[in-house]
């Protein structure tokens, strides 16, 4: 259901359609089999992780697989990226050369703290694609720290690469010196809340953090609602029976495209009475309502695609 053309002019902001990250996936670099695995799930991203979950020894294997990745197997429409290890490692430099070579249109760099990081990430991509035919990716920064959550304005602030950022929890709690592995989520909403309110500020997707509880879906699902209601897009999975929860809890439900689709046409009825607000179900409904359900049909609708 569209506004009308009169309206539409006013509010043309209010149609966003928008790459899906719901979910996304890490695969370790270092393992063939899960790499292939991953181009026949359907996360909206998956990222090829050389870093935390591949050891020091297998860091060269992780990076044969990044050469192949994309030309061996087919990964649809999916957006499929590389997690470099950090810059102050002595890995940063040949994971990013090699994932650029290879085509990836989005690397991920963790435990970024602050901006003088990611623009250094940026003066070795330009470098690295500098007269050449190779496209130019962009950055998923990793926010896995107190300085990190600290500083998370300037550094979303410090490049146009970035198009999201992530909550790396664990890290987070570490450096925060929580350690019970069983806390609440809650222990760490301040953190979540500032990640994710920056995020929108500049236009960016905030990812929220990993589920740990493999067996129990139902936290699961209510952790991805939790995070949704935060405002994050989507959220990491670290096993293929985290995707599908996942995707269904960040696509809207039926009671939410059912109030969105009346909230529409009861906007365009009311306009053609000069009313800018309007009473439905004993609620009173104005153009900020308008403008939710307009983004609620579009993700419907991309959900509906993907």
Request: hydrophobic share 40%.
């Amino acid at each position: 259901m569209a506004l009308s053309k009169n309206r539409n002019r006013s509010y043309r902001c209010l149609i966003h359609m928008y790459r899906l990250r719901r979910s996304v996936l890490f695969v370790p670099g270092n393992n063939q089999k899960m790499v292939e695995k991953a181009s026949r799930l359907r996360p909206d991203v998956v990222l090829i992780d050389c870093e935390d979950s591949v050891p020091e020894g297998e860091k060269e294997k992780a990076r044969e697989s990044l050469r192949s990745a994309l030309t061996t197997h087919t990964w649809s429409s999916r957006e499929v990226g590389v997690r470099v290890n950090a810059p102050d490692t002595p890995y940063f430099d040949e994971d990013l050369r090699v994932a650029v070579a290879s085509g990836f249109e989005l690397i991920a760099v963790p435990k970024v703290e602050g901006p003088e990081e990611v623009r250094l990430v940026e003066r070795t991509l330009n470098e690295l694609t500098r007269g050449k035919q190779l496209p130019s990716p962009k950055l998923l920064v990793m926010i896995e720290t107190a300085k990190g959550v600290t500083f998370v304005d300037q550094i979303l602030a410090s490049s146009s690469l970035i198009t999201a950022v992530e909550f790396g929890a664990e890290d987070f709690a570490l450096s925060m010196g929580i350690f019970d592995i069983d806390r609440p989520e809650t222990t760490l909403l301040y953190a979540k809340s500032r990640i994710a309110a920056a995020a929108h500020a500049f236009g960016i997707d905030p990812i929220d953090q990993v589920f740990l509880d493999l067996r129990n879906t139902e936290g699961l699902r209510l952790s991805a609602l939790s995070a949704k209601n935060l405002g994050f897009v989507g959220k990491l999975v670290i096993h293929p029976d985290q995707i599908d929860v996942v995707n269904r809890a960040f696509s809207p439900s039926e009671r939410e495209i059912n109030w969105a689709r009346r909230i529409v046409e009861a906007w365009e009825e009311h306009g053609k009475e000069g009313r800018g607000a309007f009473r439905l179900d004993d609620r009173m409904i104005d153009l900020v309502h308008v403008r939710m359900a307009e983004r609620i049909l579009d993700a419907e609708r991309s959900a509906r695609t993907s």
